[in-house]
């Protein structure tokens, strides 16, 4: 097997097991929440008119230690239940941006000025996205929840968007949302998930690592696009990929590039921009995407501006290893075997989830009238 | 400068040459695709503790015979590329991808040149 080959090999493998014990909890998550928002009043307090719950889903995402991958299913659920679109795409994009042992990471290795701009940004960033996809984005109108079981049919993750029966007992209740988060979502997710760390790990056998990092080390436009473009392909989360940025701008990387690359890097990936593809609306996650790397973009500009010429992160070098120290501390680890078997999980998921997908289009051909744009998508 | 600083500044220095020994093995390791995970896993953290203790001695020399915080810190972020490597696992065994693993070369060229520099400098 050639070496591009083995690459991608090893991509898609890191991809889906480092990912997989989180897209699997926030399932289960996300079914329980499917199931008891609608019924609550929680949902009323998030879809509230004002400012409010679109601070407070960015709050509550910047605490959460989820990925970009983890987070999708998650952001799914709150969106099928009802949830306005703004809060649900700026949750989305804060939880991986940002989370406390990600900030005290780069607080160790990128320094203080960086790490503001990281903060700042990570809070700033998905409240400007928020409130873009808001404006511009596809809702979930009730027409089309109420329309969408005839129209989807075959599709459960589409038939289970009505609001679910709030006058069943708790048990059965939890059941059911366990059932529609892993047996009608999961499979979705993951069926979509495969095809976008397909991508990535074509990206990252066939891309050059020098090239990428040749262009790192620059300040230019380009550059800066360059540097949105790949962080917004690529899977990383905000604690592992902080070193590596420490080391890019270590060994001459702009500060701007930096924080495009770190911000772009960890909001977001292909897995799970192809996976809000087809389940939130295309015309939302252009727009995501769009707005995450131009802001990202024009952060990246000011930062430049802010700290070149001449910038050079110092600090007292124990510190700096205590608090790396104090920021993977933080980070919870996921144990060897209870990766492996959220691996077989996912990979059980995506395998129904694909036989799924096949067996709809079939059975699409064979009746010749349906059509081929699923109404899952916006 | 005492007695006791001037024949600790070289034992820092070789603490370090050591430690960069330690970080050039491990690169290696993260390359091999077969290392088994805890075991790489132990050793960045040997790294780790060993550079703390370092600092720490390095910290009550006097400031002339203190070793130069840029390469004390391009050790720190070293160590922080190993631990970020020590959790790309493939099962039981460490493989990188190819970004993570030119930043952990260049790190470690890094960190060679700077100590090459130092001791042409003490020479």
């Not at chain 1, 989360?237 to 902080?242: K, L, P, Q, T």
Request: charged share 15%; hydrophobic share 50%.
């Amino acid at each position: 097997m050639s070496v591009a080959w083995q690459q991608f090999a090893t991509t898609v493998w890191q991809i889906v097991s480092e990912s997989a014990f989180w897209v699997i909890a926030s399932l289960v998550v996300g079914g329980l929440v499917h199931e008891f928002l609608p019924s609550s009043r929680f949902r009323e307090l998030l879809n509230r008119k004002g400012q409010g719950a679109m601070l407070g889903a960015i709050l509550f995402g910047a605490i959460l230690p989820i990925c970009s991958c983890g987070v999708i299913p998650l952001a799914i659920s709150l969106y099928r239940s009802g949830v306005r679109l703004g809060p649900v795409m700026a949750f989305a994009a804060a939880t991986p941006i940002i989370n406390p042992a990600a900030v005290i990471m780069s607080l160790a290795l990128l320094g203080p000025q960086i790490t503001l701009a990281y903060v700042t940004l990570g809070l700033v960033l998905p409240y400007c996205l928020g409130l873009i996809v808001e404006r511009w984005g596809t809702p979930l109108s009730a027409e089309s929840v109420a329309e969408t079981p005839d129209c989807c049919s075959g599709t459960p993750v589409c038939e289970s968007t009505v609001t679910p029966a709030s006058s069943a007992g708790l048990v059965s209740r939890i059941a059911a949302g366990l059932r529609w988060g892993i047996a009608d979502l999961g499979p979705t997710i993951a069926f979509y998930m495969t095809l976008g760390v397909l991508l990535a790990g074509l990206i990252a056998a066939f891309l050059p690592p020098a090239w990428v990092d040749s262009y790192l080390r620059e300040s230019t436009g380009t550059a800066l696009l360059a540097a949105g473009v790949f962080g917004a392909s690529i899977y990383v989360c905000a604690v592992a990929h902080i070193p590596l940025v420490a080391s890019l701008l270590a060994t001459g990387a702009a500060p701007g590039i930096s924080i495009v690359f770190l911000v772009t890097g960890t909001a977001t990936n292909l897995p799970e921009l192809v996976a809000l593809y087809n389940t939130i609306g295309r015309r939302t996650v252009v727009m995501y995407a769009a707005s995450l790397i131009v802001g990202a973009m024009l952060a990246g500009v000011i930062v430049n501006a802010w700290l070149l010429p001449g910038f050079e992160p110092v600090f007292d070098p124990v510190r700096s290893l205590d608090l790396v120290d104090a920021g993977e501390r933080l980070q919870p680890t996921i144990g060897n075997v209870l990766s492996l078997v959220s691996t077989a999980g996912l990979v059980a998921l995506a395998g129904f989830g694909t036989w799924r997908w096949v067996a709809l289009r079939i059975r699409r051909r064979s009746t010749a009238g349906g059509s081929d744009d699923s109404c899952c998508s916006g | 400068m005492d007695g006791s600083a001037a024949t600790q500044a070289p034992g820092g220095l070789q603490r370090l040459e050591e430690l960069n020994l330690l970080s050039a093995a491990l690169v290696e390791k993260a390359g091999l695709g077969s290392t088994p995970a805890h075991e790489f896993r132990i050793e960045a953290r040997m790294y780790r503790e060993l550079l703390r203790q370092t600092m720490l001695n390095n910290r009550a020399q006097s400031t002339s015979d203190q070793l130069p915080q840029h390469l004390l810190l391009d050790m720190v972020r070293m160590s922080a590329l190993l631990h970020s490597a020590a959790d790309c696992k493939t099962g039981f065994v460490i493989t990188c991808p190819a970004d993570l693993m030119l930043q952990l070369k260049s790190q470690q060229s890094r960190v060679t040149q700077g100590l090459k520099m130092i001791q042409m400098m003490r020479e």
